[in-house]
């Protein structure tokens, strides 16, 4: 099993002066919601004293044609591993010879493959290949990388294990709120099936009688489904649309529901244990391990059971939600920090390697 990189408190003097070593960060798409916050808050850290980052998008920079300009020392791949990817790497191998690959893996998981992929050894190879191809493999939770070594997708010396996190200081100095009536519920995120928003809204046709508030917050291609879905709910289900202020959506919230079919990570988690929010999970991938005396994980894709979770959130008393939202809120104070410096860990480790080679 990978381990995580554990935090050092200082990096080496060979990133804390001097010239900066450059890091180039080669994204797929810009846009990306989960990617996007935590790459943002990243490159904008105290690493930034230590590290030169440079962000290019393969739609809109042909990141791979023009990396040689930036003359990277580390380069790290956000793309998703498929056989477009392989070539994708040969090329910044033989433009970027003084270079070392990372590969940072943010959409595969076990849910991902039952979900999703009909021929398994075609979808396997692909990802050994392009693993074969780094000099290094990020996961991004125990659930990912326990999947990717299951399968024998890399080599175990070549896989690292960060926790994703986005910068957190908003959500957690936000302040205590009493539960209204009815409960209010927040669930957002991209609308897709991925996202699992229609077995939210069929649980809530199967208890009528339940008074609870539904906000829904993102955009995406489900949007029209979802909503006819909800047209003949009892309950008051509100569609916010994009949202571009997370901390104050969840300021307003006494619960968040993540009835994903599958998430590695789940970045909506974090911020919710963050901003002191019990959350009602589905127990899946990398949820499994974030849901600790902080709410319930229950079984995905299935409305019945998410129906008799929601049927008796409002039995519970303002203080047993209080006391999941403080503990999911202390277990994750210290993430965003150990997030940078974990990071930072690495990228001295691997460039330190380069140097010696």
């Not at 810009?30 to 230590?50: A, C, F, P, W, Y």
């Not at 433009?95 to 990372?102: S, T, V, Y």
């Not at 392009?130 to 070549?158: F, R, T, Y």
């Not at 909503?227 to 916010?240: F, N, V, Y």
Request: glycine letters at 6%; a positive charge.
């Amino acid at each position: 099993m990978a381990s995580a990189v554990q935090p050092r408190s200082s990096l080496s003097s060979k990133t804390s002066g001097g010239t900066r070593p450059r890091v180039l960060h080669i994204v797929w798409d810009r846009k990306v919601g989960g990617v996007k916050s935590t790459l943002n808050g990243l490159i904008h850290s105290s690493l930034s004293k230590s590290f030169e980052f440079q962000v290019l998008a393969l739609r809109e920079d042909q990141a791979v044609l023009n990396s040689r300009r930036s003359q990277p020392e580390i380069i790290i791949c956000h793309q998703p591993a498929r056989f477009k990817t392989i070539l994708d790497l040969i090329l910044l191998r033989m433009l970027n010879p003084q270079a070392r690959l990372i590969l940072h893996e943010h959409g595969y998981s076990q849910g991902y493959e039952q979900h999703n992929v009909r021929f398994r050894s075609r979808f396997h190879l692909a990802l050994k290949l392009c693993m074969a191809l780094v000099d290094q493999v990020v996961a991004i939770s125990n659930a990912q990388a326990s999947w990717l070594l299951s399968h024998g997708l890399v080599k175990p010396e070549k896989l690292s294990m960060i926790r994703q996190c986005p910068p957190l200081a908003a959500f957690l100095t936000l302040p205590d709120k009493s539960p209204q009536q009815p409960l209010r519920v927040v669930a957002y995120g991209r609308l897709c099936p991925q996202k699992g928003l229609d077995v939210l809204l069929k649980a809530l046709s199967l208890i009528p009688e339940v008074p609870l508030q539904l906000l829904i917050g993102g955009v995406g291609p489900d949007a029209d489904k979802l909503q006819k879905l909800a047209r003949d709910l009892k309950q008051e289900i509100i569609w916010l649309g994009r949202v571009d202020d997370v901390p104050a959506l969840l300021a307003e919230c006494d619960v968040v529901a993540i009835p994903s079919r599958w998430e590695p990570w789940g970045n909506v988690c974090v911020e919710a244990k963050a901003a002191g929010k019990p959350v009602l999970a589905a127990a899946v991938d990398g949820l499994v391990e974030q849901v600790v005396d902080c709410g319930w994980l229950l079984p995905p894709d299935q409305p019945q059971a998410w129906a008799e979770a929601l049927r008796q959130l409002p039995g519970f008393s303002g203080k047993q939600l209080k006391i999941w939202g403080e503990k999911g809120r202390e277990d994750v104070r210290d993430n965003w920090d150990i997030y940078i410096s974990s990071w930072g860990d690495l990228l001295t480790t691997v460039h330190q390697s380069s140097d010696q080679a």
